[in-house]
């Protein structure tokens, strides 16, 4: 099995369109994993029919048991993220009350530890759910942070276990994975081992700053990677830059795919363009998606 990792510098240069147009290429020999977690998409177009929900579990935030309370105010001395508020309800000091921002809260613990009267409790949160579905191209594992909830690095890495030992169990010879954009924990956690990533850029200023980064990425962690520049037609100078700068790293380039509106109307109609169409920009990301199998089976 391949694992294909589609990352992209900055978001919005096609990443998830060019990753849904390779689900319907991988013709059932693929499993698949969205691991952008934080603002998942791939469900919009591969419309997948949910088989398991899990809940994921990850970090801890502080509760107060108000029954066992004294108001003492200690919490909120050694808290470090003003994430206790008390509320006075009368001129006593047992006329105060007090409670625990969950989204201020950092869950560090020194509020539990430190309580004199152990009248806090420490759960763990439930951050969000992760699924295993079935879709018209084969099965994909796909996620759903809660709002404002942290450790996307680690579901990350749980999407991808998963999508990866289904793909063993099945005998797939593609692993396909929608990653996140930028350089950040979750795309370091996207990436590591892969057999290859594949850079979605774009012919803009910040499209080659943010392939620069990316690219620095890449090459730090081991991954062997190639460059496909989308919608290259719209800036030619700057998609001879990137051309440049990727020869000069040796990096290479997968392909060019042109600037299509007809994306928009394949992303409206809920299919991949190489579902929606067969020539034209359907045609560039079929020769991008032979070049990226012929590199990984070389």
């Known amino acids: 099995m391949t694992e294909i990792v589609i990352i992209s510098g900055k978001g919005g240069t096609g990443k998830t369109s060019i990753a849904a147009s390779f689900a319907s290429l991988a013709k059932n020999k693929a499993v698949f994993a969205d691991c952008d977690v934080d603002a998942a998409d791939l469900h919009l177009i591969l419309k997948p029919e949910i088989q398991k929900t899990y809940e994921f579990r990850s970090g801890h935030k502080a509760v107060i048991r108000q029954q066992d309370c004294t108001s003492c105010g200690e919490c909120i001395r050694v808290c470090r993220f003003q994430a206790i ?7 006593t000091q047992a006329g105060i009350t007090f409670s625990v921002d969950p989204i201020a809260c950092e869950g560090c613990g020194v509020c539990v530890r430190l309580c004199p009267e152990k009248a806090i409790d420490f759960p763990q949160e439930t951050c969000g759910q992760w699924f295993i579905s079935d879709t018209r191209f084969g099965p994909m594992v796909h996620a759903r942070l809660g709002i404002a909830a942290g450790n996307s690095g680690r579901l990350v890495t749980l999407v991808r276990k998963e999508a990866k030992d289904i793909a063993g169990q099945i005998g797939s010879e593609y692993l396909l ?3 996140s954009p930028g350089i950040g924990c979750p795309v370091i956690a996207s990436l590591t081992a892969s057999d290859l990533a594949l850079i979605i850029t774009e012919p803009t200023v910040c499209g080659i700053h943010d392939l620069l980064r990316i690219a620095g990425l890449t090459k730090q962690l081991g991954i062997p990677s190639m460059v496909c520049i989308n919608k290259w037609d719209i800036n030619t100078s700057v998609t001879e830059e990137i051309r440049n700068f990727s020869e000069s790293h040796e990096l290479k380039i997968a392909g060019l795919v042109r600037y299509d509106k007809i994306v928009n ?12 169409c067969t020539q034209g920009i359907a045609e560039d990301i079929k020769n991008v998606w032979k070049a990226v199998v012929n590199y990984v089976n070389y």
């Open 85 to 91: 508020k008390n509320i006075k309800t009368s001129d």
């Open 177 to 179: 994975v929608d990653g």
């Open 265 to 276: 109307t394949a992303q409206r109609s809920g299919m991949a363009v190489t579902e929606f």
